[in-house]
């Protein structure tokens, strides 16, 4: 600390020189981010307010037409009203599903020394493949006739029949060919191909919770359920935050495996399995209808942000007590 | 006194042992749980996989193991159709955005933890805020601008939304701010340039979050379906999940070489998964627990 009178000089000569540096290495990754991300994200706002043409020029302001449009469709109980109540029922499905699986899987994982690492991975597998080819393997499992999940229901109805016990046959089921079955079906696949995430996730979670906590509560007097409910539970809330906002996300854009489950009758019976993507993907890019489209994008951001913003409130107030 | 203890010790140690045996009985049925949960996980692929050996006469017969085991199916798929072709594309591509989220993602998780200037939080929440749009809203802007600057059916136009993602940037980051300042400042001192600081020092430091980061990038592009289903417009620039899915509309009930044709998709991302596990599993924990 010696008086030296040239050092706040050189000093700042310094500071600049990082900040000058920075804003280089930043250079191309902002506007990656700028033109890549925020630019089409604002465009996409732009385009529901025009009608479409190749030529900026040509296209004329229509205001909230697109917007009338889409309330009229969700009032006629069009394909909009049908892609937001499947949305409503998939995250109904395959989040909770998922995560009550997936946090069970977890404990069961946590309580087993041998193999572990084994479970795990093939818990995960599904994870990492592409939905798109996967899609098609369950599409075919669950085929009405030539399907192997239905020649597993008549194989054991044949069985329980043969040993006496009839009234435990399963009829085949029509699967993805009926209004009913469809939804859950596709629902199923995707939390059969997501489940390894949250066990990964959980599993971390539940090795950081610290063994001396568990061992106190069990000195007090606490059971395995006790200790489970009112110990390792409340110690997981940031990684159940987490994996509800992620899986809700994911859940909020369907769209691989369910164009390719039922790839000559995208969206299934009736519409019973369109999402907002593949709604969304067939009006701009089967009808062009690129402002209606575009319109329905920014629904699909307005609908994220909230129940984002929602999970976020309520899930973290509950770490508090 | 010594059998005084011995007596008071006995029920406890007793108590303990059915503890044990409790314990014992409760993770025999965790493992059982666990196995038939595993065979229910795995048996998508193993059906895939055992159909594919089948020849189509078979394939509606149910039986769990071919009776012939052929690799038709396979010729078929790649000396028919583009498959190879569909094979590299996706290579390419995931080749491509894999080397670009490497550099680009470390520099700039570098760069917002070990470089100080003014904006650097108003920079980071900029990047931050861009995880909340939805690839959906993006699509359409992109198309435009890809038939503008003629970008439809290439590679660059296929890999481009994937180059730099926020949370690659954000897992670098956490990686990077772990690192000791001193470090830093310590070769600065003996004239280090800032890129080499980054390159030199930095970098070798973060290899563990580089191969998760990167492993985990390449699946998800190898495996992305919505914007090459949309920018991938002639047949011969299909990435192998597009491919995929057009080969398997066309091929009706040809159930053999469809799955055939997804295990050619499947195979490589679980051989790809089984070597690099615990880099993959890593990087969802990093972004799942510190995130």
């Known amino acids: 600390m010696t008086s030296d009178p040239a050092r706040p000089r050189r000093r700042l000569r310094l500071s600049t020189r990082e900040a000058l540096w920075a804003y280089a290495f930043l250079l191309i990754p ?9 630019w089409p994200a604002l465009q996409s706002f732009r385009l529901s307010f025009f009608t479409w043409h190749v030529d900026p020029e040509q296209r004329v302001f229509v205001g909230l037409r697109y917007y009338q449009q889409m309330a009229a469709e969700i009032a006629a109980r069009g394909d909009l009203y049908k892609a937001l109540r499947n949305m409503l029922r998939y995250f109904l499905i395959v989040v909770p599903g998922q995560m009550a699986i997936g946090l069970f899987i977890a404990v069961l994982l946590n309580s087993v020394t041998r193999f572990r690492a084994v479970f795990r991975a093939v818990y995960f597998a599904p994870y990492v493949t592409p939905a ?19 020649n597993l229901l008549f194989s054991w109805s044949e069985l329980v029949t043969r040993i006496g016990l009839p009234f435990l046959a399963i009829d085949p089921q029509p699967f993805l060919t009926s209004p009913q079955q469809a939804l859950p079906a596709v629902a199923a696949v995707v939390i059969w191909q997501q489940l390894g995430f949250q066990v990964v996730i959980f599993l971390a979670g539940l090795q950081g919770v610290p063994r ?3 061992e106190a509560a069990a000195i007090d007097g606490a059971n395995a359920w006790q200790r489970f409910w009112h ?25 691989d495996q369910v164009v390719n489950i039922n790839f000559t009758d995208q ?55 | 006194m010594a059998l005084e203890t ?7 140690a007793r108590s303990a042992r059915v503890r044990r045996r409790r314990f014992d009985v409760g993770r025999a049925v965790a493992y059982v749980v666990l196995a038939i949960g595993s065979v229910v996980m795995a048996f998508p692929f193993v059906w895939m996989l055992l159909s594919s050996f089948k020849p189509l006469r078979e394939i509606f017969r149910f039986d769990f193991l071919p009776r012939t085991w052929t690799l038709a199916n396979y010729a078929e ?3 028919d159709t583009q498959f190879p072709r569909w094979f590299l594309n996706s290579l390419v591509v995931a080749g491509i955005s894999t080397v670009s989220v490497l550099f680009f993602c470390s520099l700039v998780g570098y760069t917002l933890t070990r470089l100080r200037f003014p904006g650097r939080n108003a920079i980071f929440l900029l990047i931050l805020s861009t995880l909340m749009i939805p690839t959906e809203m993006l699509v359409i802007p992109w198309y435009v601008m890809s038939t503008q600057f003629g970008w439809v059916n290439t590679y660059w136009g296929i890999a481009f939304p994937g180059l730099i993602p926020a949370f690659g940037v954000f897992l670098m980051r956490q990686f990077f701010a772990t690192l000791p300042r001193d470090l830093f400042d310590a070769g600065r001192v003996d004239g280090v340039s800032e890129f080499g600081l980054f390159w030199r020092i930095g970098l070798p430091l973060v290899g563990p979050g580089l191969a998760a ?19 991938a417009k002639s047949p011969s620039m299909r990435t192998l999940p597009v491919g995929v899915a057009f080969f398997s509309g066309e091929a009706g009930t040809a159930w053999n070489l469809i799955m055939a044709s997804s295990a050619l998709a499947v195979i490589p991302v679980l051989v790809v998964f089984f070597v690099f596990q615990r880099q993959i599993i890593e990087g969802v924990v990093l972004t799942g627990v510190k995130g």
């Open chain 1, 30 to 38: 902002l506007a990656f981010f700028l033109g890549l991300r925020l």
């Open chain 1, 132 to 150: 798109a080819a996967v899609a098609w393997v369950w599409g075919w499992m669950y085929s009405v006739n030539f399907g192997v999940l239905n």
């Open chain 1, 212 to 214: 001396e906590v568990h």
């Open chain 1, 231 to 255: 110990v390792t539970f409340p110690l997981l809330n940031p990684v159940i935050v987490f994996s509800l906002v992620i899986s809700t996300i994911a859940t909020l854009q369907l769209f």
């Open chain 1, 267 to 321: 969206g299934g019976p009736l519409g019973s399995t369109l999402t907002i993507a593949l709604y969304m993907y067939q009006q701009a890019f089967q009808r062009f209808q690129i402002g209606y489209a575009a319109a329905v994008t920014v629904l699909l951001f307005l609908i994220i942000m909230v129940v984002t913003l929602v999970q976020l409130r309520i899930t973290q107030r509950r770490v508090e007590y």
């Open chain 2, 6 to 12: 011995a007596q008071a010790a006995a029920p406890v």
């Open chain 2, 77 to 79: 798929v790649l000396l």
């Open chain 2, 213 to 231: 980061l990167g492993i985990f990038n390449f699946v998800g592009n190898w495996n992305a379906f919505l914007w090459p289903l949309i920018v």
